[in-house]
């Protein structure tokens, strides 16, 4: 328990004396439920009902035999699809992997065995509990698997505290897909992984009567792969469509910021400047006949637009 951090401040929590609950410094109490501390709703609050984890509550013990159909009408194998999504994580037997929206743990093993330690969680206790079945009925070390009820949009965990963040099935329905995209990368650290899921169809397939099938008796088949909710601290991003084409799963690596530039590389060419003098040295413009005086003057002088125009008026302003 002593990982994780309060999801709306990323500082420490500690255990309540009697055990029952993690207290945050700002004194709220995150109750933990057959081992499960849950840090979607504070003690005291209640769980809403409806929206789109209605079914995820009520509907749980239906979820596995639902998952085993849609493999087997896919004409796909779950075991190599499974192990072939969580490959662009790279994981390494020391990693700390996050799974979230782990559902009923049908992965949570699977990076286990590739990994040292995974926190799975999931904003459904219901999946969570038939998760920690299974997890037990394979034996699971529980000092290796920690799970965890939790909103993707609000993880309990310090930045940079995972090598690794796995989301397999829920994307499209998040309320908020990028800021889920931005939380996973904000736990990942710097050089880590993200990869994150879900159905729809490649883009290319969309007139096929595979894709109009599979659309008619489930719309989530609709859904485009939110490429442009990927957060700017992404590099090497992949987005690959799976499992025949019906999923996308977008890759990435975790990097700090914006992409950087070199601002100060000088273009050769007759405009010349840079990157810098273009976008932050940008003056006002000048009358069409000045214009093309000043290109033809710097040509005679054999310099580029920019060099000319900085040299003259530097003379001009005496700096
Ligand atoms: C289709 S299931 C996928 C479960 C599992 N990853 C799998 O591949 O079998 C989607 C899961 O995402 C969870 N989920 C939905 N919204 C969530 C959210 N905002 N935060 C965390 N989990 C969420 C659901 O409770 C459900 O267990």
């Given at each position: 328990?002593r ?6 401040n990323?500082r420490q ?7 029952a609950?993690?207290?945050?410094e700002?004194?709220?109490h ?26 995820y509550r009520t509907?749980?013990?239906?979820y596995?035999?639902g ?5 087997k009408m896919?004409?796909c194998?779950?075991e190599?699809?499974?192990n072939?999504m969580?490959?662009p994580l790279k994981?390494?037997?020391?990693s700390?992997v996050?799974?979230?929206?782990c559902?009923t ?7 286990l065995n ?8 999931d904003l459904?206790?219901?999946m969570?509990a ?7 009925d394979s ?9 965890f ?11 940079g505290?995972?090598d690794?963040?796995?989301?397999f099935?829920g994307l499209n329905l998040?309320?908020?897909i990028?800021?889920a995209?931005?939380e996973?990368?904000r ?7 993200v990869?994150?899921?879900?159905e729809?169809?490649a883009?290319?397939?969309s ?21 442009g ?25 975790v ?17 010349g400047?840079?990157?810098r003098?273009?976008y932050?040295g ?15 003057q ?13 040299t003259?008026?530097?003379?001009a302003?005496?700096?």
């Open positions: 328990m990982d994780f951090v309060c999801p709306a990323h929590v500690v255990l309540s004396s009697d055990g609950s993690l207290i945050s700002a004194g709220m995150y109750p933990i439920r057959d081992g499960i501390p849950d840090f979607a709703i504070a003690a005291g609050e209640d769980i809403p009902p409806g929206g789109n984890q209605e079914f509907r749980a013990h239906e596995d035999r998952n085993e159909v849609m493999y896919l004409l194998e779950e190599p699809a499974r072939d969580i490959r994981l390494q037997p020391n700390r996050l799974e979230i929206g559902g743990c049908r992965d949570t093993t699977r990076l590739q990994a040292s330690i995974v926190y799975a969680g459904s206790f219901e969570l038939i998760g920690k079945q299974r997890l037990e034996n699971t070390d529980f000092d290796r698997v920690h799970l009820r939790a909103d993707a949009m609000r993880l309990p965990f310090a930045d505290f995972f690794a963040a796995f989301h099935g998040f309320p908020d990028a800021g995209l931005k996973m990368a736990v990942v650290k710097p050089g880590g992984r990869a994150a899921g879900d729809g169809v883009p290319w397939l007139d096929t009567e595979f894709a109009k099938i599979l659309k008619n008796s489930n719309p989530l088949f609709h859904h485009a792969a939110p490429i909710k990927i957060p700017v601290n992404a590099r090497d991003v992949s987005c690959r469509w799976i499992l025949n084409g019906s999923f996308y799963m977008l890759t990435f690596e990097g700090e910021g914006e992409p950087q530039l070199d601002l100060d590389v000088e273009f050769p060419g007759w405009r400047g840079s990157h003098t273009r932050f940008r003056l006002e413009g000048v009358s069409p006949e000045l214009r093309e005086i000043v290109i033809k710097a040509a005679a002088e054999g310099m580029s637009i920019s060099a000319w125009l900085e003259t008026l530097r003379k302003t005496r700096t």
